[in-house]
C-alpha cells in the first residue's frame, strides 16, 4: 500500500545511507528543511520555532564526522522535528499553551539527548493541541495547524504539527507523544506510519507530562523501516523515568527486517477487532463507509500473504473511551498544578496566593485543557472517587487481561482502523466534545493496556484522504508489528 | 447525576480555576454530556476486579516490582537556568504574593 501523502524526501535510512556514502551531507539536508520550513510552514503552520543553531551544529559535526571515513551512527544527518512538549535545553517549550510563555527549557529530554547522541540535527519544535489535549489539533494557543494532504481539513491532534511537518515534505521523521492516540491518528490522517512504542520502552523524561501513565514518545514517519529505525534511537532504560521497564529488548529491528524481506506471513495469526467492525457488532455504522472498505481489502491482503485471519473479541474495548477520560483528566488535573505562575511562566498577578494562582491558571489555560482540569478534579473529588476512578481503574485491568489473554492464544496481531474516519474539515467538531472524543475510540485500548500498536497508510477515500490500518501487539512485541506491517506495506 | 452551579463552583475551587460566566454557563450544559458518557463504566461488572492497574499495565508478572536507583542527594547543576525561568525571584529564591490578608 503507497503512502497517501505527497513527501517528496527520501526516507529517513535512505537519507542516512547518502550522508555515509558522501553523495550528500547532514548540513545540505539541514540547510534544505530549515529553508523549506521557513518558505512554505505558513499554510500549514506546522512549526512553531526553529532551533537552527543547534540543527546546524549537530550537522556540522556529522559531516566533519562521515569526512574521515567512521560510520556513523544509525540516521546521523537526518533532520528531524519534535514535539513542543519535549524539552530541548536552551530552547523554548510551550506545549502550545500561554501559560508557559518566556519558559525555556533548562535541561534536554532523555529522547532528545538519544537523537543528539545519534548525531541527529533537531530543526524544530512542532505545533500541537494545548497540552496535547485534543484530536485535530485544533486546541493551540499558536493557532490550528492544516493538514498537507488538503488544507481544508485538520491533521488530527494532539501531535498535528508533527504529522504535518513530515506529510509537508519538510522532514522525514519527527517525534510526538501518543496518550490515547496523539501519534497514531494524526498518522491515520495525514498517511503517515505512527508507532506508540510498548509503555516504559522509551523515556519520558522531559516529555511535558499530560497523562504519566499512558504517556510515551512516538516517531512519525513514512515507512515502516523508518518507524523501527527511529524507535531503536530512542528507545532503552533511562534512571530518570522510573516506569522504565528493564527488559526493553535491545533488537537490532532493521537486521530482522531485513532477513524477513519479502517472506510471506504463513507463520502468522491476525485477528479482526470484532468491536471496532463497522459491519457487524456494536461499532455498525460507526465506521465510515471507505475506511471499512479499506479494511476488508487489508483483510483480503494478509490472506493473500498467507496470514491465518479469525476474528477476536475484547468486550472491554467498549468501555475504553469512558475509562480514558476518567484517567487521563484525573491524571492531567494533578500534573497541571504545577503551572500555577511561581516558578515558571506567565505570572498574572493579583493581591495574594490564591488569587494569583487563580488569575493565572484561568488566563493561562485554554478552554479544552480547563474543561480537561475541571473534568479530572470532579473525578478525584471527595464523595466520586470510588465511582468514578476506581471503577476506571479496574476497566483499564480487565481490559489489559483480556488483551494478554487474546495474544497469549496463539494470535501475533490485532488489526482495526486507526480512526474511525478519515479527516474531517477545520471547525467541524468543535461544538461537541463527546464527539471529539469519541472519535479516539479505537486509539485509546493500546494507552491503557501499555501494549504497541502502529497505524500505518491504508489506502484513500473518495476525497483523495488517507486511511489508516491500525495494528496492535502484545508487550515488547514491537518485531511482530514491524514485520507485519513491512509486509502489507510492499505488498500489492 | 445533577450537575449543578454549586458543584461546578466546588471543583473550579478544587482546580484554582475563576471561571467567567460563559464557561459556568457552557459547563452546566457539557459536563452532564461528559458524565452521561463516564457514565456507560458502571455496565461493566468489575466484582472480581481489584482496582489497582500497575502490574496488568506493564504485562508484567503480579509481583514484579518498580525498579528504583540509589537516592543519591547531588546539586542539581542548572541552578541558574532555573531561576532564570522564575516571573520573580529575590537572593536565589522564587518571590511570591503575600499569602495571608493582613
Known amino acids: ?492 | 447525576m445533577q450537575v449543578t452551579e454549586e458543584l461546578i463552583d466546588h471543583v473550579a475551587n478544587l482546580a484554582r480555576l475563576e471561571l467567567t460566566p460563559e464557561e459556568k454557563a457552557a459547563y452546566l450544559t457539557e459536563f452532564p454530556n461528559i458524565l452521561n458518557l463516564v457514565a456507560q463504566l458502571n455496565d461493566l461488572d468489575t466484582s472480581e476486579l481489584p482496582a489497582s492497574p500497575v502490574n496488568w499495565t506493564s504485562g508484567l508478572p503480579d509481583d514484579a516490582t518498580s525498579p528504583t536507583r540509589p537516592d543519591n542527594t547531588e546539586t542539581y547543576p542548572k541552578l541558574a537556568e532555573c531561576m532564570a525561568n522564575a516571573p520573580e525571584a529575590e537572593d536565589g529564591y522564587f518571590a511570591v504574593p503575600k499569602i495571608l490578608d493582613n
Open chain 1, 1 to 492: 500500500m503507497s503512502t497517501a501523502t505527497a513527501n517528496p524526501l527520501l526516507s529517513a535510512t535512505q537519507l542516512s545511507e547518502k550522508i555515509q556514502q558522501g553523495e550528500t551531507t547532514a548540513t545540505q539536508l539541514t540547510q534544505a528543511a530549515l529553508a523549506a520550513i521557513k518558505e512554505k510552514d505558513g499554510e500549514y503552520n506546522s512549526v512553531l520555532a526553529t532551533t537552527e543553531d543547534l540543527a546546524l551544529k549537530t550537522a556540522d559535526a556529522v559531516d566533519a564526522k562521515a569526512k574521515t571515513g567512521d560510520t556513523l551512527p544509525l540516521l546521523a544527518g537526518v533532520p528531524i522535528a519534535v514535539k513542543d512538549n519535549i524539552n530541548v535545553a536552551g530552547y523554548a517549550t510551550t506545549c502550545a499553551s500561554k501559560i508557559l510563555e518566556g519558559f525555556a527549557s533548562p535541561y534536554n529530554a532523555t529522547v532528545v539527548d538519544k537523537l543528539l547522541a545519534n548525531h541527529m540535527p533537531i530543526v524544530g519544535k512542532t505545533n500541537l493541541d494545548e497540552f496535547a489535549m485534543g484530536s485535530s489539533n485544533e486546541n493551540s494557543a499558536y493557532g490550528p495547524v492544516k493538514n498537507p494532504v488538503n488544507p481544508e481539513y485538520v491533521p488530527g491532534g494532539s501531535s498535528g504539527g508533527s504529522a504535518a511537518t513530515v506529510a509537508a515534505g519538510f522532514v522525514a521523521a519527527s517525534l510526538g507523544s501518543d496518550t490515547g492516540g496523539s501519534v497514531r491518528q494524526p498518522a491515520s490522517l495525514c498517511g503517515l506510519v505512527g508507532l506508540k512504542p510498548t509503555y516504559g520502552t522509551v523515556s519520558r523524561y522531559g516529555l511535558v507530562a499530560f497523562g504519566s501513565s499512558l504517556d510515551q514518545v512516538s516517531p512519525f514517519t513514512t515507512t515502516v523501516k523508518d518507524a523501527a529505525a527511529v524507535y531503536q534511537v530512542i528507545r532503552g532504560v533511562d534512571a530518570n523515568d522510573a516506569t522504565m521497564r528493564p527488559d526493553t529488548p535491545t533488537t537490532d529491528y532493521l537486521a530482522e527486517l531485513a532477513a524477513m524481506a519479502g517472506k510471506d506471513l504463513s507463520d502468522v495469526t491476525i485477528g479482526v477487532l470484532q468491536e471496532l467492525d463497522g459491519e457487524h457488532g456494536q461499532s455498525k455504522g460507526a465506521i465510515a463507509p471507505d475506511v471499512q472498505s479499506a479494511m476488508t481489502r487489508a483483510i483480503e491482503t494478509f490472506k493473500s500473504l498467507g496470514a491465518t485471519i479469525k476474528t477476536v473479541s475484547i468486550p472491554s474495548v467498549a468501555y475504553a473511551v469512558p475509562a480514558y477520560y476518567i484517567l487521563a483528566t484525573a491524571e492531567a488535573s494533578s500534573n497541571l498544578g504545577r503551572y500555577d505562575g511561581i516558578r515558571y511562566g506567565a505570572r498574572k498577578q493579583a493581591d495574594t496566593l490564591h488569587p494569583t494562582y487563580k488569575k493565572t491558571r484561568s488566563e493561562g489555560f485554554g478552554a479544552e485543557v480547563k474543561r480537561r482540569i475541571m473534568l479530572g478534579t470532579f473525578c478525584l473529588s471527595a464523595g466520586y472517587y470510588d465511582a468514578f476512578y476506581g471503577k476506571a481503574q479496574q476497566a483499564r485491568r480487565l481490559m489489559t487481561k483480556e488483551f494478554v489473554d487474546t495474544f497469549g492464544g496463539g494470535v501475533d496481531a490485532i488489526i482495526c482502523p486507526t480512526s474511525p474516519t478519515t479527516a474531517f474539515k477545520l471547525g467541524e467538531k468543535c461544538d461537541d466534545p463527546v464527539a471529539m472524543y469519541l472519535s479516539d475510540i479505537a486509539t485509546i485500548p493500546a494507552n491503557l493496556a501499555g501494549i504497541p500498536a502502529m497505524s500505518i497508510p491504508n489506502g484513500t477515500d473518495a476525497n483523495g484522504l488517507p486511511i489508516g490500518l491500525q495494528l496492535l501487539g502484545t508487550h515488547l512485541s514491537e518485531s511482530t508489528l514491524f514485520r507485519i506491517a513491512q509486509a502489507y506495506e510492499q505488498a500489492d
